[in-house]
């Protein structure tokens, strides 16, 4: 009689199909996750390389051409890193330092219109880029993309600070 019952009893179904689906549910949930978190570490970069080149070609033209001023190129490097001209902010990305950011004015790669026509040579770009930043997991070695992935972003600007 007591067995009878106790075979016949519903209410420990959900229990038991919950443990059933946990297998299948976990591993969703830290792939969305590590997704949500890689797709965050990339375009924190986009934005940080983007920031660096917005500046960069706002300051005045003779610090970056012929010749990159060492201080506007710290300031760059800075600003792309913390978002801040202070060496001792924190990075926007873990893992990020001035040894990864890039630098590049390209004295003659614009052109000689609009803003330029009077100026007597053609308009700089100048190039800010992060390459080989690693990627942090989440996860650590749980994570479905592992600490050797790395990150790159670049951004090009024309230079206006005439």
Not at 10 to 16: I, K, R, T, Y
Not at 119 to 130: D, M
Request: with cysteine.
């Amino acid at each position: 009689m007591i067995l009878r019952r106790l075979l016949e009893d519903e209410s420990g179904s959900p229990s038991a199909e919950f443990a059933l689906a946990l297998p299948m549910i976990l591993p969703l949930i830290f792939v969305a996750m590590e997704a949500g978190n890689f797709f965050w570490s990339q375009q924190k970069l986009v934005q940080a390389v983007r920031d660096g080149a917005r500046y960069a070609a706002r300051v005045n033209y003779g610090q970056l051409c012929p010749t990159l001023d060492t201080t506007v190129r710290d300031k760059v490097k800075n600003l792309t890193r913390s978002g801040s001209f202070s060496t001792t902010a924190p990075s926007k990305l873990p893992g990020l330092t001035n040894g990864d950011v890039t630098v590049t004015p390209n004295c003659a790669a614009f052109v000689d219109t609009g803003i330029y026509t009077g100026y007597g040579a053609k308009g700089a770009i100048v190039t800010v880029a992060v390459n080989g930043v690693s990627y942090r997991s989440l996860l650590g070695s749980l994570g479905f993309i592992d600490n050797s992935f790395k990150l790159a972003a670049s951004a090009h600007s024309p230079v206006i600070g005439i």
